[in-house]
């Protein structure tokens, strides 16, 4: 999954960046992906590839031009029962929300609140889903009233673009948890469940990525070529 500003903002060399993330898709097993601020310019383009295996959704977001689709309001996930030693398939449901406040006046999308967007497409929702998931761009204050008003809403994932490292906090039956925008850490949510598929314990970890990983020569190589064809200057 991811949370959102997957691309880069237009810019010099953004159209070549940009080019070989969508390539990415096709390589990484994002299955889900939150649209952000950014990812925004490109939606067009994104809502008419063919992806192997991500869905893009937005919660929040509605397209101003009505030529534009609407992104999905969630994206379900089963994963199946025979993986996790149960009698059905375990599935999740993930939600993606954006703060309005990061949206642009002159942006494609306009922007609902989030409680109330969460509210709307809940009970929907909850008709196919065991356990709701929300991918976020939000202040850490909408979250934990997210979570107060959505028992059902197991986890809270957002973006931290600061230096600080957020320690994962229990609000109500939600997790939640920060994912840095620039950094060395790499975030693992590892669920636990009981005999009927319930969710017991949540263990969110971080390991702190060092010098003493062995860097892959191959993507290496493919990062240098990369780097020699996009223009000075140009970065995300």
Excluded at 38 to 46: A, I, S, T, Y
Aim: net charge neutral.
């Amino acid at each position: 999954m991811d949370l959102g500003d997957y691309f880069m903002p237009l810019g010099p060399g953004s159209d070549i960046v940009n080019g070989f993330m969508k390539q990415s898709l096709d390589v990484l097993p994002v299955q889900v992906m939150n649209l952000g601020p950014e990812d925004l310019h490109l939606w067009k383009d994104l809502s008419q590839s063919k992806f192997k295996t991500t869905a893009f959704v937005s919660t929040n977001l509605t397209p101003r031009d009505t030529s534009l689709p609407t992104p999905e309001r969630y994206a379900v996930v089963d994963i199946p029962a025979q993986k996790l030693g149960l009698k059905k398939n375990l599935r999740l449901a993930f939600l993606g929300l954006t703060n309005p406040t990061q949206v642009k006046p002159n942006a494609p999308f306009a922007a609902q609140d989030p409680i109330e967007a969460v509210a709307k497409i809940k009970p929907e929702v909850l008709k196919k889903a065991d356990y709701l998931i929300v991918l976020a761009e939000v202040p850490k204050a909408t979250a934990i009233r997210l979570a107060q008003d959505n028992p059902e809403i197991y986890a809270i994932m957002m973006v931290e673009r600061s230096i600080i490292e957020h320690v994962p906090e229990q609000v109500n039956n939600a997790v939640l948890l920060w994912s840095m925008e620039r950094g060395r850490s790499l975030g693992q949510l590892v669920l636990e469940l009981d005999q009927n598929g319930a969710i017991s314990v949540f263990k969110p970890t971080r390991v702190v990525l060092d010098a003493t990983i062995p860097e892959d020569q191959a993507f290496l190589k493919r990062e240098k070529e990369i780097k020699a064809q996009v223009p000075a200057g140009a970065g995300h």
